[in-house]
């Protein structure tokens, strides 16, 4: 039988300030190694400064949500593809959070994943 090895994603919310997220990314690459696999999704602001401190390191990451819109006049959100430029592994979509205070529906998590 193969086992998958185990997958850890942390995401700290809307936490943090520029100095918290590269002290927090620099103890996650020092208390290696993981016996699972780990990735952080970060709040958007730190995404490329993220990708710069992990990108020799075997961490991933990704981003806490991302639009079902590929394009368009769509202020604030964030698509897939703008992802995928930061190499971005993963993304949170389905979040409880997003759910509650959002309104976030199924059809809508179900586009998110689609795009």
Not at 22 to 31: D, F, K, Q, R, T
């Amino acid at each position: 039988m193969n086992m998958r090895k185990k997958l850890v994603v942390g995401n700290w919310k809307m936490h943090g300030s520029h100095s918290a997220n590269a002290e927090l990314l620099a103890g996650i690459v020092a208390a290696r190694p993981y016996i699972a696999d780990v990735a952080v999704c970060v709040p958007f602001p730190y995404l490329s400064e993220s990708a710069v401190a992990l990108a020799a390191s075997d961490i991933r990451w990704g981003a806490q949500d991302c639009s079902a819109h590929e394009q368009g006049a769509y202020t604030g959100e964030v698509s897939g593809a703008f992802l995928a430029k930061l190499n971005c592994a993963y993304v949170l979509i389905g979040h409880s959070e997003r759910r509650e205070y959002h309104a976030e529906t199924d059809q809508v998590i179900a586009d998110k994943v689609q795009a």
